[in-house]
C-alpha cells in the first residue's frame, strides 16, 4: 500500500517561516510529480506550488517570492519551505504525487497538515 505522509504544520506568527515535508511511503511504486495546494476554510482547495517537466518548479501568484518547493528524489520527499507567512496562509496544505503503481498512474493525495498564522 502507497501512502503519502505529511508534516511540519502549525501555528505560527505573521512573518514567520515552516517547512512541511511530504513523504511518499509503500513498496513497488515510481514518482512523476509531487505537489502543494492548501484549502482554506470555506474556500476551494488551489494550487500552491509544483513542478513542470519535473524540474521547473511554479508557484501561485500569492505566495510567489515567499515559498519554495524542493524535492528529494532519493528519500521519495516533497518540500515547502514557507517563509513571511501572512494570515492569509492559513490553510490545510495538501500534498499530491503522481504515482505508477501496479502499471498505472494515479494521483494521491496525504491527509493535509493544518497551518495557521495568526499573532
Known amino acids: 500500500q502507497v501512502q503519502l505522509v505529511e508534516s511540519g504544520g502549525g501555528l505560527v506568527q505573521p512573518g514567520g517561516s515552516l517547512r512541511l515535508s511530504c513523504a511518499a511511503s509503500?513498496?513497488?511504486?515510481?514518482?512523476?510529480?509531487m505537489d502543494w495546494y492548501r484549502q482554506a476554510p470555506g474556500k476551494q482547495r488551489e494550487s500552491v506550488a509544483g513542478f513542470i517537466s519535473g524540474r521547473i518548479t511554479t508557484y501561485a501568484d500569492s505566495v510567489k517570492g515567499r515559498f519554495t518547493i524542493s524535492r528529494d528524489n532519493a528519500k521519495n520527499t516533497v518540500y515547502l519551505q514557507m517563509n513571511s507567512l501572512k494570515p492569509e496562509d492559513t490553510a490545510v496544505y495538501y500534498c499530491?504525487?503522481?504515482?505508477?503503481?501496479?502499471?498505472?498512474?494515479?494521483?494521491?493525495w496525504g491527509q493535509g497538515t493544518q497551518v495557521t498564522v495568526s499573532s
Open positions: 499530491k504525487a503522481n504515482l505508477l503503481v501496479s502499471g498505472a498512474w494515479r494521483n494521491y
Open positions: 509503500g513498496s513497488a511504486f515510481s514518482i512523476g510529480t
